[in-house]
């Protein structure tokens, strides 16, 4: 639905709300998807919520709540009795449930879980965190045995059919719980009946294990066109299985995660998120920027007799330094980019090294003379322009090595790459930056 | 295939490439996965491709094409005969095929769809862009009528289904070619075969147009947890659906792009391309910030007697420039990820000016107080630390604003926000940070 259509919505909900009239409210839930009604009912206020849950079927309760971001789907379920709970919960995927119970309090979740009907599948995921492949999956499967015949396996489809509803691929295993192969629901159904299932199944599987990130889950996915991935644990056993539609989520996510850390901006924030929260993630790296630039401009202090012979060097400083700034963000970005979609690791360093360098340097030479050319116009003075053109090419140069080697380097030191690398490589850019520029420059005077 | 693994095959696949023992070479090719083949061939030599290809299975050439990057994929399909073209498309699913010939010259498209046995599903595909949902979608589904039984969906199931590989939902439609409804093929088995398809079938299914951008494409399947999307032409009529491991791969690839625009690299570019391509991919942007700077500078250089007055002042120009640029860059990534997933729009203007405004001045007070405080410590000059507070706090606000109306205002003059937010932010707070600080500061001598 259009946000402009849900908003109109909205107010109708909000008035039914108000006049307690609840039948009216339930009718215009009802009437949406879960994925519109858990837009319109995120944003009331936990009273109404709580009023529309009482009254709601616990199924379309549980569609709705699988719907909602984690964080409102969490404090929602808090407000929640155990009992309630544990009939939405029963409703819901096992991987869903997991994730939901994942943040709640210990004891709300021990309590819920005594009062599930079937907790049996969802105990063993609450080990695994939600960024992995054992929080991702699902447990809902049906297995196979490889001397079944298709007719058996569609006799055990129908039995347990209506309990998996997450994959179309039929996985088959061995007394060890080992995965053997699958096969596709299709092929399964336009076999001839008597067929063995070890001649169905198709036998190059990749699997992951329950510890992958999810990173590499949607990667691996995407690399080998599956619909569902299958994850194994430690000893190889096959567990459950990711589907698609969680993996584009995820893929969002961390392309999100990525941009926000490479501006400084640590944990989820969504555009709305209240401006308290935002402030404080900001804040930290706005903080160490101002310690960089303390770094950088100590350098300009040390030349502060250069300058005041020559002050419009001062006018200069911010060319030489933000030009590096910015060639540096582009190589940081390829590069962090680059280690996130698995393309780029530790044994391409000299390999990125030496591409980025020869980029840095035409780009450096070329912007640098542009750059020189109008400065010895403006101030018509060729020291000035000389210092630019060196000082530019220079910090280029010294963009693209640090661009290259801080990213790698933290990758290698288990920092994720995204956080620091722009203000890492955006120091030094500032810090050569002046040095390159009034160096070369009291050198010439 | 772990790369380090990859390698060791690649070069044995080299040295039976280089002996001319293609029978090796093609044994060591066919022992891999589709997606391990692509990794491996897209390194080799063309004419080391074009031995391997005219001995290859034109299936087992298929998967391998269908791996590989467009790019890629394109120059070695562009080498092939029409006929060899033709006989491994035959065997593609019809939205792959037609990527392919969509980067392919009109000359060798027409020679191609000549040679193919069933050009008629691909032809239709060739007027969408790759990027919307018409590009993206396969026409090979199974379509059902309403009044059918399960029993007749199941034969119909067997008689076309080795041809349609693409989905495990099968969809039902009018004789205008409407869509009614979706069935899961799990549903359809276990269904007793004399229910009528019209009972069985879920009807409330979001689809999107032929025209749809495949961004919006990847948000509506993630929303609704679909593993397939169904697509409609303009009048309504379906035409084919879109899986969910090409939206996955769509995330990937739109992230990847708004990361590039935002430090200026436009077009594709992947971390091992030849220098040379991303020399020119990355040279306008900076050319660009060239001038912004200059803009920035010729402030500057107006207040040049300011600083011979106080060369100090030249020192401390970085700080407020700089960590507004930073401010800004904070907000405008909010904004402009928000935009691409579909979070903010042009009806939020005043809600996320209000909101990062606020951000801007607590964040601008708590770091201007700081800032100010150690340049007092370390100058000894109130002047120049106030001169500092006031221009950060008026620079944080002036990069709150820019960051949420210039992506806005792109995208309302339908200008992708990632492209130019992040140089038109930062020349705005280079520019007004000096404005800002030497005008306040002159103020105060």
Redesign the interface.
Known sequence: MK??ALDEVLAELRISLERDDLNKAIAIIEAL?P?DQADLVEVLDSPDQLALFAHLDPADSADML??MENQEAAALAELLSSAQLADILDEMEDDEAADILGDLPAEKVSATLREMEEPKDVIPLLRYPDDTAGGLMTRAVITLRPGWTANDA?TE??RV??R??ST?YLFVIDEQEKLLGVI???EL??APVETRIADLMWT?V?SVIVTTDQEEC?LV???????ALPVVDEIGRFVGVI???????V??DE??E???L????TGE????DP?RQ??LK??P???I??VT??I??SV??AF?AV??GM??L??????V???GG??G??TA???V??IA?G???P??VM??LT?EL??AL??GV??GL??GL?VYIWKGDWRIAVAVLLAMILNFLMAAATGVLIPLGLQKMKVDPALASAAFV?GFT?TFG?LFFLGIASLLM
Chains 1, 2 share one sequence.
């Not at 589907?243 to 989520?249: G, K, N, Q, R, S």
């Not at 924030?269 to 709305?272: I, M, Y």
């Not at 001062?314 to 060319?319: D, E, N, R, S, T």
């Open positions: 946000p402009e998807s994925a699988e719907e569609l489809l129908r059919g209506p998996s509803d179309y596709g629901l299709r159904v336009t190059d990749v949607a996915l995407s690399k080998y066109g599956y619909l589907t698609a539609d969680d993996l584009i989520e893929a969002e392309a999100t990525d941009m926000y490479m501006v400084g901006i924030e969504r555009a709305f401006a935002s402030i900001r804040l790296w706005l903080a920027n101002i630039l303390f950088a401009i300009v202090d502060e300058i005041a002050v419009a001062a006018v200069f400083l911010p060319v330094s933000g030009e910015n060639a963000s582009q970005t390829v590069i980019r680059g979609l393309e780029v690791g044994r391409d390999r990125s591409r020869r980029i035409v780009n070329v912007i542009g750059t109008v955006t500032d002046f």
